[in-house]
């Protein structure tokens, strides 16, 4: 079959093995010819089949220590007629590359926010991974989370909070801008929000990890966070989702004592900067902004995708000597998007954009190219009118 991509509004209907192959690929190779660091050798990501996770995966495995790792991840399987989605794919081809070099790359698919999942994964570490990990990477981004204990699914909602905010988003499969409206958040949506993206299941798997005795001494854990600045701060950082972060970076100061006082290890937030990914198109203003934000940082010769991103982390910060982190523990890489002068010029793009001229004056072809990407679509290298054998593809496990 050949596949093409399937877009309706801002969401993607399906992706394409072969690109995935090349996309996961391409991060491996980008990670293998950078500098590399001594760092974690033995790695639990949840949320690790895209995005920041994905990153953070192929960094540890094949830019840093040669970790061996598990990743958990919710993804939907293919068949003989349709193919997955795309972290599916990614799951496969990551796992397959990692033991191509001699690599535990062991994947869980299912709900991470349950203790069934948590109960199978500390399992499996200890009689299968050598009994301890030194490293949670925390990247799960969802909109839905079943409270493990009531059972009750709470549902996050991006909106303002206290006024109602009317801002352009991005359509790309009509490559336009339309405007959209939100109403603020009720109390019960914001506290929803912070049920389904704060820090309330990192901190059930940190419990679940120390009690169960399957963590080092030192052991280091991790969960990403985002700031961003004046244009999304009212759907952002004061919206529902911010209350969320905040609620995230305050778990890490108090998972940062506890594990400090009992094994010697330590958990933080990292700030990452606006990247595209699957989570971050649903955000209103946020896409739009991320475009404005690639062209300044370009010329500026900053500009870095989630790759480049999250390697760079590990490299000069987690276990470099280049740490960042501000008065309230939170390690910085975002500061380059930070910058005062990129911000400003930002700014100054961003007020003048219409419907009309947003193509000129964002970088909305990298911004539909990275969308695409992230499915497998649109990389260079890939034969996209060739035939893919979805029987085959379907055998393949992750
Ligand atoms: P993504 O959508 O690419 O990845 C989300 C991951 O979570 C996927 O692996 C998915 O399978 C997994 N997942 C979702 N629900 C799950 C469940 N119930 N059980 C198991 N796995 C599940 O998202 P992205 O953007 O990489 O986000 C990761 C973190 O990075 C989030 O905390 C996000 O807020 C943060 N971040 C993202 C930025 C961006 O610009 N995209 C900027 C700064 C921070
Ligand atoms: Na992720």
Same mark, same amino acid.
């Given at each position: 079959m050949v596949i093409k991509p399937r877009i309706k509004g801002s969401l993607a209907l399906n992706a394409h093995p072969v690109g995935c192959k090349k996309a996961v690929e391409d991060q491996i190779e980008y990670v293998k010819s950078s500098t590399s660091y001594n760092g974690a050798k033995k790695v639990l990501i949840l949320g690790a089949s895209s995005g920041y996770g994905l990153a953070s995966r192929i960094s540890l495995a094949f830019g840093g220590s040669k970790a061996?790792?598990?990743?958990?991840?919710?993804?939907?399987?293919?068949?003989?007629?349709?193919?997955?989605?795309?972290?599916?794919?990614?799951?496969?081809?990551?796992?397959?590359?990692?033991?191509?070099?001699?690599?535990?790359?062991?994947?869980?698919?299912?709900?991470a926010f349950s203790h069934e999942m948590r109960d199978e994964v500390i399992k499996y570490i200890k009689e299968e991974f050598g009994g301890e990990i030194d490293l949670l990477v925390y990247s799960l981004a969802s909109g839905v989370r079943k409270d493990p204990d009531t059972g009750e699914v709470y549902r996050s909602q991006l909106r303002?909070?206290?006024?109602?905010?009317?801002?352009?988003?991005?359509?790309?499969?009509?490559?336009?801008?339309?405007?959209?409206?939100?109403d603020p958040a009720t109390p019960e949506d914001e506290a929803n929000t912070i049920k389904v993206m704060g820090g309330e299941d990192w901190n059930l798997w940190v419990d679940a990890l120390t009690e169960a005795n399957v963590v080092s001494k030192g052991f280091q854990t991790l969960a990403?966070?985002?700031? %961003?600045? #004046? /244009?999304?701060?009212?759907? !952002?950082?004061?919206?529902?989702?911010?209350? =969320?972060?905040?609620? &995230?970076?305050?778990?890490?100061?108090?998972?940062?004592?506890?594990?400090?006082?009992?094994?010697?290890?330590?958990?933080?937030?990292?700030?990452?900067?606006?990247?595209v990914t699957k989570a971050s198109?649903?955000?209103?203003?946020?896409?739009?902004?991320?475009?404005?934000?690639?062209?300044?940082?370009?010329?500026?010769?900053?500009?870095?995708?989630?790759?480049?991103?999250?390697?760079?982390?590990?490299?000069?910060?987690?276990?470099?000597?280049?740490?960042?982190?501000?008065?309230?523990?939170?390690?910085?890489?975002?500061?380059?998007?930070m910058r005062e002068d990129v911000q400003r010029e930002v700014m100054e793009i961003y007020k003048d954009i219409t419907v009309d001229n947003f193509k000129e004056l964002t970088d909305f072809a990298r911004?539909?190219?990275?969308?695409?990407?992230?499915? %497998?679509? #649109? /990389?260079?290298?890939?034969? !996209?009118?060739?035939?893919?054998?979805?029987? =085959?593809?379907?055998? &393949?496990?992750?």
């Open positions: 061996d790792t598990i990743g958990v991840s919710f993804e939907k399987e293919g068949n003989g007629r349709k193919p997955g989605s795309a972290g599916w794919y990614n799951n496969i081809w990551f796992k397959e590359a990692a033991e191509k070099e001699g690599l535990v790359a062991k994947n869980f698919i299912g709900d303002p909070k206290g006024v109602s905010i009317t801002g352009p988003t991005f359509n790309v499969e009509k490559e336009s801008i339309e405007e959209l409206t939100l990403y966070s985002y700031i %961003g600045a #004046e /244009i999304t701060r009212r759907i !952002y950082r004061e919206g529902t989702i911010g209350g =969320a972060k905040e609620h &995230l970076e305050n778990t890490a100061l108090d998972l940062n004592k506890k594990l400090k006082d009992s094994i010697g290890g330590s958990a933080h937030v990292a700030v990452k900067r606006a990247i198109a649903f955000i209103p203003i946020f896409p739009l902004y991320a475009t404005v934000l690639f062209k300044v940082m370009e010329e500026k010769g900053i500009e870095e995708n989630a790759i480049a991103h999250t390697h760079r982390l590990f490299t000069d910060m987690i276990f470099g000597d280049k740490m960042e982190m501000d008065d309230k523990g939170r390690i910085r890489p975002d500061s380059w998007e911004y539909k190219r990275d969308f695409m990407q992230l499915n %497998g679509f #649109e /990389i260079d290298g890939v034969d !996209y009118e060739a035939d893919v054998d979805l029987e =085959a593809m379907a055998k &393949l496990r992750p």
